[in-house]
């Protein structure tokens, strides 16, 4: 099975900041990756597929990038509303569903 | 509106079986376009799938954990049911239902359920 690894697993960062988040696959998976949000009490929520493409209704701070092995999550421009929890997935050959380990932003 | 909503104990003691069921609305479960998944959160730790229904009935599971899980699907209630027995503390987690499109990605969460494994 495809491992994924996300780095940082913890951030502290003000509002405004620029944030980037890497996804690192244990094979190659082209470009079939995933990104999420979590908060507590909160409904998850989608935000990027297919490694770049944003889901509707994503704020256009929100940015993937990378395709193989690496991908990256950007969030330009830090907002209060984005402390939370990011996972990232692989959605290429499922079943098994693959999910990151999991980077949780939080206020500085 | 289009949500899945978790219903379930919120306490089960050790040893006991779990039985969660995710109930749809505002599509249908055998959607071709979609299948429903079980994926569960141990507090403070990563996102850990357990199982999918496809809508044509086929299932799949966790290798680590399909001795003690099975999935069903209940259409005419619009329900998909997760049962999982032998239960640890270790399984405390919020179980989320999750609805997961054809490009595999889980487009539509519920808001998940906590259960704790306490005697």
């Known amino acids: 099975d495809i491992q994924l690894t996300q780095s940082p697993s913890f951030l502290s960062a003000s509002v405004g900041d620029r944030v980037t988040i890497t996804c690192r696959a244990s094979q190659g998976i082209s470009s079939y990756l995933a990104w999420y949000q979590l908060k507590p009490g909160k409904v998850p929520k989608l935000l990027i597929y297919a490694a770049s493409t944003l889901q509707s209704g994503v704020p256009s701070r929100f940015s993937g990038s990378g395709s193989g092995t690496e991908f990256t999550l950007t969030i330009t421009s830090l907002q209060p509303e984005d402390f939370a929890t990011y996972y990232c997935q692989e959605h290429n050959r499922y079943p098994p569903f693959t999910f990151g380990g999991g980077t949780k932003v939080e206020i500085k | 509106q289009v949500t899945l909503k978790e219903s379930g104990p919120v306490l089960v003691k050790p040893t006991e079986t779990l039985t969660l069921t995710c109930t749809v609305s505002?599509?249908?479960?055998?959607?071709?376009?979609?299948?429903i998944s079980w994926i569960r959160q141990p507090p403070g730790k990563a996102l850990e799938w357990l199982a999918h229904m496809f809508s044509n009935d086929a299932k799949s599971y966790s290798t680590s954990l399909k001795d003690r899980v099975t999935i069903s699907k209940d259409t005419s209630k619009s329900q998909v049911v997760l049962t999982m027995t032998d239960m640890d503390p270790i399984d405390t987690a919020t179980y989320f239902c999750?609805?997961?499109?054809?490009?595999?990605?889980?487009?539509?969460w519920g808001q998940g359920a906590l259960v704790t494994v306490s005697s």
């Open positions: 999750a609805r997961v499109d054809f490009g595999g990605t889980v487009d539509l």
């Open positions: 505002g599509f249908s479960v055998t959607n071709v376009r979609m299948g």
